[in-house]
């Protein structure tokens, strides 16, 4: 009964630099959503996902970010060309094959992206 | 635009006490609210789901209620312990073929041994 799987837990790139977040949803469900938290603010919801589609993507930077959940595999955040100001706590989270609105949102460790 | 606004931002108590803290959204249109646990450097742990049309979840020693009319949710905590030291955040699901979380700032809870 593995939770949802986050990799890595922590990131470092330098400004220009690609980063790339990982996220294996809990076994059963394929749905995914991306949030992140920056220092001192709350979380902020970027992206939800269902497999090889993208449902919502409403809180994402219009530029330079970018999710997918293929088919095979783990969902990925890709974000190109940092700045400094991505810096923050990305994570992820899962929620049943048969989702309505009210099935809980199970969430991962998170992944903590500094640029430098 | 849901807004979720939490409810002293920190607190600190003896430990024993029993403790409220208090969440509100300003659109009441939503189809379920959730508290999480958040302990530094983790993520978010799942305490309790209310759907709109509860009034209440009781897990343990933790009770959540929701006046979804009036726009505001409580999480009680009784007999507060040292462990449950930590961030609790209020999230509220307001659907709509979105179903993104909308996030307070959360609670920074001290329980004093």
């Known amino acids: 009964n593995a939770g949802v799987m986050q990799n890595p837990r922590h990131l470092v790139r330098r400004r220009g630099q690609e980063a790339r977040l990982r996220c294996s949803p809990m076994?059963?469900?394929?749905?995914v959503y991306w949030y992140r938290q920056l220092p001192e603010e709350g979380l902020k919801f970027m992206v939800y996902?269902?497999?090889?589609?993208?449902?919502?993507e409403s809180g994402m930077p219009k530029e330079r970010f970018s999710a997918e959940f293929p088919k095979e595999g783990p969902s990925i955040l890709r974000i190109q060309q940092v700045v400094r100001g991505d810096s923050a706590a990305y994570f992820c989270?899962?929620?049943?094959?048969?989702?309505?609105?009210?099935?809980?949102?199970?969430f991962g460790d998170g992944t903590r992206l500094s640029i430098l | 635009k849901q807004e979720v606004t939490q409810i002293p931002a920190a607190l600190s108590v003896p430990e024993g006490e029993n403790l409220v803290l208090n969440c509100s959204f300003t659109?009441?249109?939503?189809?379920?609210l959730q508290w999480f646990r958040q302990d530094p450097g983790k993520g978010l742990t799942s305490l309790l789901l209310?759907?709109?049309?509860?009034r209440e979840q009781t897990s343990g020693r933790l009770n959540a209620s929701l006046d979804k009319s009036s726009g505001r949710s409580t999480l009680y905590i009784a007999a507060s312990q040292p462990g449950d030291s930590a961030t609790y955040l209020c999230?509220?699901?307001?659907?709509?073929?979105?179903?993104?979380?909308?996030f307070g700032k959360g609670t920074h809870l001290i329980i004093q041994p």
């Open positions: 209310i759907q709109s049309s509860q």
């Open positions: 989270a899962s929620s049943p094959l048969d989702s309505g609105s009210n099935q809980p949102q199970h």
């Open positions: 076994k059963g469900h394929s749905h």
């Open positions: 999230a509220v699901n307001s659907g709509g073929g979105a179903d993104g979380l909308t």
């Open positions: 996902l269902q497999k090889e589609n993208i449902i919502d």
């Open positions: 659109d009441s249109a939503i189809y379920n």
